[in-house]
């Protein structure tokens, strides 16, 4: 049942999503790599946590003025994400987490401690 799951993952990416914004001590920019279901569960989760400061990106829909929630889906551009304090990378997999998470080091000189992967409803710290 698709209620069911997108429940599921809700609870889930609530309770864990308290656990990562303590570790990371409250940030207020916070970089959502994915628009697909995960990455847009994730920023209701956010909004629902006060958080304004976000940024939504992702590499097929950024750029062609597609919005969620009044935020617009960008490309992953240096100044949007080097000005993030947590990078929130959701995706299907763990493969392409671990593609878009060494994207981000090396393109943009990311520090790796500041990205999670959130995929398959797991959360990767």
């Known amino acids: 049942c698709y209620f069911w799951q997108k429940s599921h993952i809700l609870n889930f990416l609530e309770y864990r999503l308290n656990q990562i914004l303590n570790k990371f001590n409250n940030p207020e920019k916070i970089l959502v790599y994915g628009a697909g279901l995960t990455g847009k569960n994730l920023v209701d989760a ?14 097929y829909l950024g750029g062609k003025k597609e919005f969620y929630k009044n935020y617009e889906i960008l490309i992953p551009e240096k100044n949007n994400v080097t000005e993030s304090e947590l990078i929130l990378v959701s995706t299907p997999d763990y493969f392409v987490y671990d593609t878009i998470k ?7 000189n990311v520090d790796k401690q500041k990205i999670i992967g959130i995929y398959q409803g797991k959360i990767k710290l």
């Open 46 to 59: 956010l909004i629902q946590k006060n958080k304004k400061e976000l940024a939504i990106v992702d590499t």
């Open 102 to 108: 060494k994207y981000l080091i090396n393109e943009f």
